[in-house]
């Protein structure tokens, strides 16, 4: 099975930061990457899939690139609202396997 | 809108079974695979297993490979998943999800539904 790991595992940050997340396959995955933000006690949110394209009603301050191995999700200016976990979830091959979770907090 | 709505979820004893249901709407159902996934209290997402969107080709994590199954009734526009000899590890809360296309990323996902296997 593929293992995703992600760093950090937390971060502080303020509103207006800009915010790097980063995600790492066990082994290639080529682009079969997808980015979700999950709130408290809410399902998670698509942000991001095939590693770049972002999910239609997602705002634009969302970003992420890579390929392969290394993959990397940065939101560009923080708003209040995005102050939640985002996961990481590789779509390669099976079993899907997610990251351990990045929890953003408020600084 | 799409909508999924997961219904089947509560406490249960070890060794014991459970069906859960998801009722999809707003989409063509018969036409995407779907997912389960899971989250146990306080941690990070598991995902469970996929079915494609003719049944042909379902997949599951190793954690509940033969004790869990999952199956559609397209007519029905409803998704279960079928789950055996249940034990402690399995609580958490199950969402059913929608694949974007192809078996990749999953664009909508239910509010969830809570199992608690406890004795």
């Known amino acids: 099975d593929i293992q995703m790991t992600q760093s950090p595992s937390s971060v502080s940050a303020s509103v207006g930061d800009r915010v790097t997340i980063t995600c790492r396959a066990s082994?290639?995955?080529?682009?079969?990457l997808a980015w979700y933000q999950q709130k408290p006690g809410k399902p998670p949110k698509l942000l991001i899939y095939a590693a770049s394209s972002l999910q239609s009603g997602v705002p634009s301050r969302f970003s992420g690139s890579g390929s392969g191995t290394d993959f990397t999700l940065t939101i560009s200016s923080l708003q209040p609202e995005d102050f939640a976990t985002y996961y990481c979830?590789?779509?390669?091959?099976?079993?899907?396997?997610f990251g351990p979770g990045t929890k953003l907090n408020i600084k | 809108q799409v909508q999924l709505v997961e219904s089947g979820g509560g406490v249960v004893q070890p060794g014991r079974s459970l069906r859960l249901s998801c009722a999809g709407s707003g989409f063509t159902f018969s036409s995407h695979g779907m997912h389960w996934v899971r989250q146990a209290p306080g941690k990070g997402l598991e995902w469970v297993a996929v079915i494609s969107y003719d049944e042909i080709n379902k997949y599951y994590a190793d954690s509940v490979k033969g004790r869990f199954t999952i199956s559609r009734d397209n007519s029905k526009n409803t998704l279960y998943l079928q789950m055996n000899s249940l034990r402690a590890e399995d609580t958490a809360v199950y969402y059913c999800?929608?694949?974007?296309?192809?078996?990749?990323?999953?664009?909508?996902w239910g509010q969830g539904t809570l199992v608690t296997v406890s004795s």
């Open positions: 082994q290639g995955i080529s682009s079969w």
């Open positions: 979830q590789q779509a390669s091959s099976f079993p899907f396997t």
């Open positions: 999800a929608k694949d974007r296309h192809l078996l990749s990323a999953v664009d909508y």
